[in-house]
């Protein structure tokens, strides 16, 4: 009854979005007019995309500390409840999925058959803050984010965020300390790039990483377009980030999904309605991106298809 009940509510009639503008080419990236849809809606606090080696899709509700599964048939129902407010996602080889638990206040990693392992709660015997996004690299470790909570709805915390690295042995190295809000978090194909964005400014800076997981020379890789003004000046709210099979950037923002070439030029934008908080590749061929809003899952076929041999 319960699963009827989700089904009735999440699985709507995917439609057009009537009130955008035509969607621009992006060559290589998406072709012009494409019709973006709506895959669910009337959900509370989507986060975390992430795709599953059935050509699903996980993704989180924040709010109602779950994480869901779209399967077959456009059918989403609950893979887990009780999640500490898990946002970002990460689906690994095994069918186990890595999550930041923002309530929780912790890394976890969780097994096909729901046993949950705490990777990371603390960083030299304080507690983790509010953990929004993560990465896993080649060597079994994992870069993730740690802004500080937000005061109100729309309030920027007041001191900034750090970004961690825990070794596969456990161990967790401090990265940076000096992002007001870092947000979405990747790394380049070949593991030697760490990007992260900045919700609360302009900007995505990256990092040159180091053979024992540590990074070194952070600069700033590109400056987000359309801003808008923020609590602390003016913002593009980057949010979560993935890779296609080129090395492009794809940057979840308030105006969409900002495409950037691995050189850091901008290649345009994939219009969507709502600030974009995360998103990622999908689907059998992983040529359809799906984005989650607020309240509302979306999606659009592309002509680029997402990173082999990684889920984002």
Known sequence: MRLGILLLLFCR????QPDLPKQAEIPGVIQADATLEVVAKGMRGLEGPTPSADG????TEIEA???????????IAVWRAGTGRA?????????SLLAAEAKGRRIVSITPGGEVKVLAD????????????LIPDRKGGIY??????????????KEPGNVYYIRAGGEVLLIDSEIHKPNGITLSHDGRTLYVDDTEGEFVYAFDVQPDGSCRNKRTFVRLLEPERGSLGMRCRGDGM?????????????VGVQVIDPKGR????????????????????????????LDTLYRVRLVSRGPLGRAK
């Open 266 to 293: 901008h290649l345009g934008i994939i219009r969507v309605p709502s600030a974009v908080r995360n998103l990622a590749f999908a689907g059998r061929e992983r040529r359809t991106l799906y984005m989650t809003a």
């Open 13 to 16: 009639e995917m439609r057009a």
């Open 122 to 133: 603390m960083y030299r015997g304080a507690p983790l803050r509010s953990p929004n996004d």
């Open 144 to 157: 993730f984010t740690d802004p500080a909570p937000r005061p109100g709805p729309n309030i920027a915390p």
């Open 242 to 254: 993935a890779l296609d099979s080129e090395g492009r950037l794809y940057v979840g923002t308030g």
């Open 56 to 59: 699903g899709l996980y993704f």
């Open 65 to 75: 500390s779950r994480i869901h599964k779209l399967g077959s048939g456009d059918r």
């Open 87 to 95: 946002n970002g996602l990460y689906s690994l080889p095994d069918g």
